[in-house]
């Protein structure tokens, strides 16, 4: 065969530049680890990461802090129960009446100071129905009908109760946008409000330590007031968490 570009034979120099030539192969490198160690991941030990699985994400757990300075200067029974009141209240207002459509005995438990000055639940001063379009309240003693409209607007601010024939009739809202952005905001002015009682609480609880500071070590009174703060701040967690957690609920309900 004869050069394309000189016509001399296959040994001129320059047939390494002719198209009929072979192309020169290039050796692969070996791998420097031999294949026997080589191993692949498998996709699913990504996904079983806390960090990139978003499905398995746990709100934090925390740790009631330690009191050891501040049981000398205060009832740890009654420091606990008085904190423990405001997380409590705030769970049964915020799961119980500020969600989207609140069930039949939610309506029921309502509390309401009668005419005569005593205190009684919904579900014994009236009879209650339910429709799709609202709730229907027909009280035993027409008289108890200004206290009952007032409890239900104290429980549920977004209510406009309609009296007629001496029938409270509650329209049911219907879900849009706008009225899941109240509920919001109300669950929103609640943890709120929570907070701010826990701080008038920390305000009380610092004031009998101040009460009692000389008769205790300067050092001791300091760990105390610090307990008390870190304290505080423990409960502000806590009653933040519910807050999220309920406004949550309602945007996926």
């Known amino acids: 065969m004869l050069c394309r570009l000189c016509r001399a034979s296959v040994s001129c120099a320059l047939y390494r530049h002719s198209t009929l030539a072979a192309p020169r192969r290039i050796p692969r490198a070996t791998p420097s680890v031999p294949p026997t160690a080589r191993t692949r991941l498998p996709v699913q030990c990504l996904h079983t990461s806390p960090s990139l699985d978003k499905r398995k994400h746990h709100s934090p757990q925390l740790t009631r802090p330690a009191l050891d300075s501040l049981k000398s200067f205060l009832s740890l029974d009654e420091f606990y129960s008085s904190f423990d009141e405001i997380e409590k209240s705030l769970r049964e207002e915020l799961g119980s009446r500020l969600v989207l459509r609140p069930g039949l005995p939610v309506y029921e438990g309502v509390e309401v100071t009668a005419s005569d000055g005593t205190h009684n639940t919904l579900n014994l001063l009236a009879q209650i129905s339910m429709t799709p379009t609202h709730i229907e309240i027909s009280p035993v003693d027409p008289s108890d009908i200004k206290e009952i409209c007032l ?69 001791l009174r300091r760990g105390a007031e610090s307990e008390l703060l870190h304290y505080k701040k423990y409960a502000y967690i806590r009653l933040d968490l519910i807050t999220k957690d309920q406004i949550e609920s309602v945007k996926n309900e």
């Open 151 to 219: 409890s239900l607007q104290r429980d549920f601010p977004h209510a406009t109760p309609v009296v007629h024939n001496n029938v409270i009739k509650l329209p049911q809202k219907r879900i849009t946008k706008e009225y899941r952005e109240q509920v919001i905001k109300e669950i929103d002015r609640r943890g709120k409000s929570a907070k701010e009682k826990t701080s008038k609480l920390y305000s009380k609880f610092h004031r009998k330590i101040k009460k009692h500071e000389k008769a205790h070590d300067i050092d």
